[in-house]
Nanobody, 120 residues
Framework: VQLQASGGGLMQAGGSLRLSCAVSGGTFNRMGWFRQAPGEEKEFVAGINWLSGRTYYSGSVKGRFTISRDNVKNTVYLQMNSLKPEDTAVYYC????????????????WGQGTLVTVSS
């Protein structure tokens, strides 16, 4: 199983970025994006039910970020709009089966992380 995250970079506050997570070698019914800022714990950002497309967001990103998936490309996206300096973190995609969860330790598979830096 491999999760390949990409799309991070440096952006000014108010800008947009789109992260991608290509999944290979396995199928999962739950995908999530997490982030970890320096000195902080890993934080749930958004999740999606791969089959139904139902989405879940943390309060800090709801209305600004959108998670989606492409069943043909086996890829999950995180569209991030209206970026803020506090969104600066390493972003990870993760996969699991079973019920929806915002707990990082319930996800079995992880991508390598992609750095997002938002300047003020």
């Amino acid at each position: 199983v491999q999760l390949q995250a990409s799309g991070g970079g440096l952006m000014q506050a108010g800008g947009s970025l789109r992260l991608s997570c290509a999944v290979s070698g396995g199928t999962f019914n739950r995908m999530g994006w997490f982030r970890q800022a320096p000195g902080e714990e890993k934080e749930f950002v958004a999740g999606i039910n791969w089959l139904s497309g139902r989405t879940y967001y943390s309060g800090s990103v709801k209305g600004r970020f959108t998670i989606s998936r492409d069943n043909v490309k086996n890829t999950v996206y995180l569209q991030m709009n209206s970026l803020k300096p506090e969104d600066t973190a390493v972003y990870y995609c993760a996969a699991k089966n079973g019920i929806v969860s915002s707990k990082w330790n319930e996800y079995a598979y992880w991508g390598q992380g992609t750095l997002v830096t938002v300047s003020s």
